[in-house]
């Protein structure tokens, strides 16, 4: 039995590490090849990660190519906007769905999650002519008011308040607290780790946004950063080293906000998945 679980485990290993080389392979080469000067071949095999001759000048190149402070200004507005919205708005919204009882919850709650089947692009046209009929064209809402609450935020929401005990919101109400003193008193911080989960999901996909904010920003300074990197290398004029310095530069942010909340992260989702 020892033997059997020695070898299972390091099975386990063995694929754990596989399957991580496999994941961080993309991104050592994008960090190597942004270290790299022009005399160097990027596209050897096997592949060189470590620079003969290491530089700077790529990431130096970026910042006079481009107003990258403009450009991480314009991200941190759109994404901070974005993760109060996500997290206060489907926080609100899966409250109900999860601790109230009323007729026709239950499809009112598959109706909310019908249209994970409906992809993404499938909406463009209808958000798009609802940005222009509010007047919000060209501005950070337009951006952020589309996917300012997600399904799968009142999802993992909804999931955390079913492991709120009954007990507690029972004993607040019979303390004279109202439904909504419950709820920011009682429930809402018990999920805490759901929140945080939520909130990385909503940095990650505002940070990295390129198809909508493209589509509704007509103002070149007003563009968000994967927007703005987008403009270093054309279809007839590649700039790998460039463009690789600024894929580094713009995962920096995410990288150090997922370092700070990995642990609410991980609770969160595990948190999801019992329920």
Request: charged content about 15%; proline content about 7%.
């Given at each position: ?51 003969e001759?290491?530089?700077?000048e ?14 991480f ?16 708005l489907?926080a609100?919204a ?10 026709g ?26 940005i ?15 996917s300012?609450?997600s399904i799968?935020g ?6 955390h ?7 507690l ?22 999920v805490r ?10 940095f ?38 460039t ?33």
């Amino acid at each position: 039995m020892k033997v059997r679980k020695l070898i299972r485990m390091l099975f386990s290993y063995f694929i754990l590490i596989l399957l991580a080389v496999f994941f961080t392979f993309p991104f050592i080469w994008v960090l190597s090849t942004s270290f790299k000067g022009p005399g160097e071949n990027l596209f050897t095999w096997p592949p060189k990660f470590i620079p003969e001759h290491p530089t700077f000048e790529n990431y130096i190149a970026v910042f006079k190519k481009v107003p990258m402070i403009r450009y991480f200004t314009n991200t941190i507005i759109i994404t901070s906007l974005g993760v109060v919205f996500q997290v206060v708005l489907s926080a609100f919204a899966a409250y109900p769905l999860a601790r109230l009882e009323w007729k026709g919850k239950e499809l009112v709650f598959k109706f909310i999650l019908l249209p994970l089947l409906i992809p993404m692009e499938g909406a463009l046209i209808v958000n798009f002519i609802t940005i222009l009929k509010m007047g919000l064209y060209d501005t950070y809402l337009a951006v952020v008011l589309p996917s300012a609450v997600s399904i799968f935020g009142i999802f993992l929401m909804r999931q955390h308040y079913l492991s709120v005990p009954a007990e507690l919101e029972d004993a607040a109400r019979i303390d004279g607290c109202n439904e909504f003193q419950v709820f920011w008193k009682i429930t809402f911080p018990l999920v805490r780790p759901a929140t945080a989960a939520l909130a990385i999901f909503a940095f990650t996909a505002y940070w990295n946004s390129l198809l909508w904010p493209l589509i509704v920003l007509r103002t070149p300074t007003k563009y968000p950063i994967q927007v703005g990197l987008s403009q270093l290398s054309s279809t007839f004029e590649p700039n790998f080293r460039t463009a690789s310095a600024a894929i580094v530069i713009a995962m920096i942010p995410i990288l150090v906000f997922f370092y700070f909340t990995q642990r609410y992260f991980i609770e969160g989702y595990k948190g999801a998945v019992i329920q």
